[in-house]
């Protein structure tokens, strides 16, 4: 168990809807990351969050939208979806910066949510 | 810009043999390399990572990997294999040591067979 809690774990729906994945770190991390992982495209970050802030953005759509909360979970918002969208969606966190001691790379992720796009 | 090759998509294996996972990175500057392993349903778990001092790397389950400069290379080795290592391994590199900037290779899967 890595600590890190996702749901839903399943989620089935149709094109042009909307959904919303949720994300609890592990306790003390302040820094989420959002991945998407395809058959064709492999492991793609999409963003991170460090306490509340947007730190990184990478290959995310402008249909999708994350945040993280003040109580450090965070939500990946899809919309408008398209076949191509159904994936596995991780969330991983990660230690404090600064603290170098922890802060070495390593990512603690969670069990994912696999969305089904119809 | 960072990036990372696993040239092998699948490696199959008889148990109890050796398995080498080759992994290859590009890079212009100081790297920092990690191998992560995603058993069936899970989410990836860190196996071992490269950040400075000895270039030969000792993980969890008996893994190793080691750190070739010359060759950019960070292959993953394992002089025994059992059933229970079948996954998807991923290596991954990161400019400056933190998880903001993880690059993840294509994957390998590792299948182990009696």
């Known amino acids: 168990d890595s600590g890190v809690t996702q749901t839903p774990k399943h989620l089935i729906t149709a094109t042009g809807q909307r959904v919303t994945l949720r994300c609890s770190p592990r306790?003390?991390?302040?820094?989420v990351y959002w991945y998407q992982q395809s058959l064709d495209q492999g492991l793609q970050f999409l963003i991170q969050?460090?306490?509340?802030?947007?730190?990184a953005k990478g290959n995310i759509l402008e249909r999708f939208s994350a945040q993280q909360f003040p109580d450090l979970h965070s939500e990946l918002n899809l919309s408008s979806l398209e076949l191509g969208d159904s994936a596995l969606y991780f969330c991983a966190s990660s230690a404090p910066s600064g603290r170098t001691h922890e802060n070495t790379g390593e990512l603690f992720f969670g069990e994912g949510s696999r969305l089904t796009v119809l | 810009a960072q990036s990372v090759t696993q040239l092998d998509s699948q490696v199959p294996v008889f148990e109890e043999a050796p398995v080498e996972l080759r992994c290859n990175y590009s890079s212009s500057v100081s790297v920092y390399l990690f191998w992560y392993v995603q058993y069936p349903n899970q989410g990836l778990q860190l196996l071992l990572k490269y950040l400075s001092g000895s270039t030969l790397v000792k993980g969890i389950n008996g893994f190793e990997a080691e750190f070739n400069k010359s060759q950019t290379s960070f292959h993953l080795r394992k002089p025994s294999v059992h059933i229970s290592d079948t996954a998807e391994y991923f290596c991954a590199v990161s400019m400056d040591g933190t998880a903001s900037k993880l690059t993840f290779g294509t994957g390998t899967r590792l299948q182990v067979t009696l």
């Open positions: 306790s003390g991390d302040l820094s």
């Open positions: 969050y460090y306490n509340g802030e947007e730190r």
